[in-house]
Structure formats: C-alpha cells, structure tokens
C-alpha cells in the first residue's frame, strides 16, 4: 500500500511539471505570434525571424568591383548570402556556399554576398568569394543587411521577381527553386 501511494503522488508531480511546462509554452507561442503580428505591421519580420513573403526594402549599394545594386536591379532569383567575418559557422559553410554559388542558374549575376560587421570586408574573404558572387563589404553591406531584415549570420536568401523574398534559412538551398528557372 505504501508503494501505491508514492507512485500517485510521483505521477501527481510529473502531471503538474508537464501542465507548467504546456502553459509556458502555449504562453511563448501567444508572444511570439505578437511578435510577429507586430513586425508585419512594422513593414518586416521581428529580429531573427527569416523575411519570407517579404519584399526587399529599398537600398543602394556598390560592389567591390565598383558596380551598383539597387533593390529594383537585383536579377529575379538571386541567391543572398550575408556573412560576417567573424562567424564560425560562415566559415565553416563556407564551401557548401561557394559549391552552390557555382550551381546557381544565371552563375555570378545571380549571387550576391555581404560582407557583414566587416568595414574592409576581409580581404581573404573577399578574394574567395569574387569570382563566384557579388560582393557588397562596410557600410554598404549593412544597408543590405537592414535591407532584407536580417537578424543573425549566417543567412541565405533566394529574392524572386518583383524583389519579394522567396526563401530565407541558414542554407543556401538551391532544391528551392522553380523548375523553370533551371529552364
């Protein structure tokens, strides 16, 4: 008998952990769709949240190479990556990145990068990533980065038409594209 009522009062306490821990929840779900509710109504997605559905604020930049980028000449479906010199798990997908680059429909035209938290954008960096994107380093990478609502590195981004972003993740996916952009 004395096992009997130990074991309901042990399953007593595993109910109450499990229903505190089901309110907390269901209480962070309800902040957080505010959040996002708010954010939408701010004319972008809270910080950290990808900007799916979302269209490219307004910006102007200059590569690199001394080329202008703007929102309204950016190529339907072009893949944005923005890194930061500083950030392990960049570095460490750097490779894939670069592997995906080199896939992307329509090659470099295709690719931008910035070069996030970094005035002279790492020059080894740099040198890696040119052949293979558009470069945007300093200043003009955080107009970018403001500009596509980005909260944390690294993020990936396929912009369609009309400067609308169709994906937002911690990958560069290519499996996300339309068929007829492989056309």
């Not at 074991?7 to 499990?18: G, I, K, S």
């Not at 269901?26 to 996002?36: F, I, N, P, S």
């Not at 799916?52 to 930049?61: D, I, L």
């Not at 001394?66 to 929102?71: C, D, I, K, Q």
Request: proline share 10%.
């Amino acid at each position: 008998m004395p096992y009997l009522a130990a074991t309901t009062v042990l399953l007593a306490v595993v109910v109450l952990v499990n229903l505190t821990v089901t309110l907390r929840l269901a209480r962070d779900v309800r902040d957080l769709r505010g959040q996002v509710a708010a954010g939408a109504a701010a004319g972008g997605p809270p910080p950290g949240m990808f900007p799916v559905g979302a269209p490219v604020r307004p910006f102007a930049v200059t590569t690199v190479d001394g080329a202008p980028l703007t929102a309204d000449t950016l190529a339907p479906w072009t893949l944005v990556a923005v890194l930061s010199p500083d950030c392990t798990p960049c570095h460490e997908g750097l490779p894939a990145f670069l592997t995906t680059a080199r896939e992307v429909p329509g090659g470099r035209a295709h690719v931008v990068v910035a070069l996030a938290d970094s005035p002279d954008g790492a020059p080894a960096l740099v040198a890696r990533l040119r052949d293979e994107a558009q470069v945007v380093v300093g200043d003009d990478a955080d107009r970018l980065v403001e500009a596509l609502s980005v909260g944390q590195f690294p993020f990936f981004a396929w912009v369609g038409p009309d400067a609308v972003v169709e994906y937002g993740g911690l990958q560069a996916d290519l499996t996300v594209l339309p068929v007829s952009v492989w056309s």
